[in-house]
């Protein structure tokens, strides 16, 4: 029996391909687009990992996968990543531009500065993935776990 392996880059260009996507410039999105994508890529990561505990009930999944995907806790990976000094200054540069977007929609569960340091997380997440760079966006999530004790 063949075994069908596509590495990280190989799922990257057929997921192109197959969704017939055009090059676009990774600069000319605005900082909560970029937000916008991280947090899909960002949830989907961490379900991801939850899941990968084994089959268990969807609730409690989801009571996992929400104390991880909020704000605070996205914050709080952000800055312990910040305060180790595990991010390029591209990184940095862009995590800033999220930080600092002014975005219309308020926080619910969080303070106002939360939900900003987390929108600038989530728009380091989408730039690492609409530019390619999965394996460095696996790496910053997997180290930002690790950071705040989520990572087994």
Do not use: W
């Not at 055009?22 to 991280?38: C, E, F, H, N, Q």
């Not at 862009?94 to 340091?117: F, I, P, Q």
């Not at 730039?127 to 087994?152: F, T």
């Amino acid at each position: 029996m063949e075994e069908n392996i596509i590495t990280l880059t190989g799922f990257s260009d057929l997921f192109k391909e197959s969704l017939h996507l055009k090059v676009v410039d990774i600069k000319s999105y605005s900082p909560l687009a970029l937000a916008y994508m991280g947090d899909a890529v960002y949830e989907v990561i961490i379900r991801t990992k939850v899941m990968n505990h084994g089959s268990t009930q969807v609730n409690n999944m989801h009571k996992k996968s929400a104390k991880l995907v909020n704000a605070g806790t996205q914050a709080d990976i952000i800055r312990r990543l910040l305060e180790e000094e595990d991010l390029t200054p591209e990184e940095i540069a862009v995590y800033k531009r999220g930080r600092n977007a002014k975005s219309v929609t308020t926080a619910k569960h969080a303070t106002m500065a939360d939900y900003r340091t987390a929108t600038g997380f989530e728009a380091l997440c989408g730039y690492l993935y609409l530019n390619g760079e999965l394996e460095r966006l696996i790496a910053v999530v997997s180290k930002g776990l690790e950071r705040i004790g989520e990572l087994e």
